[in-house]
């Protein structure tokens, strides 16, 4: 009785934050733990061990967790606590096919636009992509090709297409940062891109729709070469091979 007592008044003393605040700060650090490799697919933790590590008590935890299991990120198994979910690749081939429709929608109502219309985001890819030095940071240009793909859609005017794509955008991310640790792809990016771009300001539909196919295409057989050995590697390069917790 004194042992939960003295647990109780831990937990008390844990949580003078406000609980909504601190479930969503575990979540966003989780978010985080999982897109960087410190927590990889397969991996298995407790929620006292989260709630250790966070130095809070166990109720924003779970609910952090459960938002988490929502996005589809974690699964619980009520017996032996909670892993990351593995990798689905199926799941995955399915929404880069999402991807590629409502891209290839974008493209054409973009290039559909008198000269005199085109989006200023169009110009503003154009400077970074085509016209700056280039980045080598894989991670950085990984950011960057997300912003380019979901800018590109953004500019097509459709909110709700918009928010449908960036939703999947998060979903896919952590099979796009394994993409570019590679420099060749790297390359490849920043030739493609610049390609894609200028086919849209010269408004030629179905050259810009071919190349955004194949552009999208390319990265989506690269999943299907990801490797456990690639996940952990990951994890080293990030400077963390012991994991998270």
Known sequence: MQLTDSRNAADKKRTKIRPEGLAERIYLQLKDDIFNFRLLPGDRFSENDVADRMETSRTPVRQALFWLEREGYVEVFFR???????????YFEQLYDLRIVLELEAVKRLCALPAALQPVQLGQLKAFWVEAPRLEDGQEVSRYDEAFHMTLVEAAGNAEMARIHRDLTEKIRI????????????????????????????QQTEEAQRQLHD?????????????????????????????LL
């Open 80 to 90: 032996s606590g909670w892993q990351v979910r593995p990798f689905d690749f199926d």
């Open 175 to 202: 099979i796009r940062r394994l993409d570019f640790t590679k420099g060749s792809r790297i390359d490849a990016t920043y030739h493609e891109h610049a390609s894609i771009l200028l086919a849209i300001l010269h």
């Open 215 to 243: 552009h999208i295409s390319g990265s989506k057989a690269e999943v299907r070469k990801i490797t456990l050995h690639m996940l952990h590697q990951a994890r080293n390069d990030e400077g963390n091979p012991s994991g």
